[in-house]
């Protein structure tokens, strides 16, 4: 059973960091596009960055470049999310979602998704 399961969220103060993991099972990373979205409250959920199977190509939302960083780990079948200089509204519940082919944006076109992560970031 394909499993993604996410862990490293938690409570952290403006301008701090936190690193987001997403473990998966049951299938190859290499042949997957895994993507972090996020979930705030009373908002639709929104893609955060995506790391490609093809060529290992990084792709970010305008609101978190330069300073979140997308890496993954073949051997360990994991992809992590490092979170620096953290912000308010970076609060969400935080995602991982793996995708056959390409990185997308569109929520829809991923096949699995994780339980989700909370991110609280407050003084």
């Known amino acids: 059973q394909v499993q993604l399961v996410e862990s490293g969220g938690g409570l952290v103060q403006p301008g701090g960091s936190l690193r987001l993991t997403c473990e998966v099972s049951?299938?190859?990373?290499?042949?997957?596009?895994i993507a972090w979205f996020r979930q705030a409250p009373g908002k639709e959920r929104e893609g955060v960055s995506c790391?490609?199977?093809?060529?290992?190509?990084?792709y970010y939302v305008d609101p978190v470049k330069g300073r979140f960083t997308i890496a993954r780990d073949n051997a360990k079948n994991a992809v992590y999310l490092q979170m620096n200089s953290l912000k308010p509204e970076d609060t969400a519940v935080y995602y991982c979602?793996?995708?056959?082919?390409?990185?997308?944006?569109?929520?829809?076109?991923?096949?699995?998704w994780g339980q989700g992560a909370q991110v609280t970031v407050s003084s």
């Open positions: 979602a793996a995708e056959p082919t390409w990185c997308t944006w569109a929520s829809y076109e991923y096949d699995y």
């Open positions: 790391i490609s199977s093809r060529d290992g190509s990084e």
């Open positions: 049951e299938f190859t990373l290499d042949n997957y596009a």
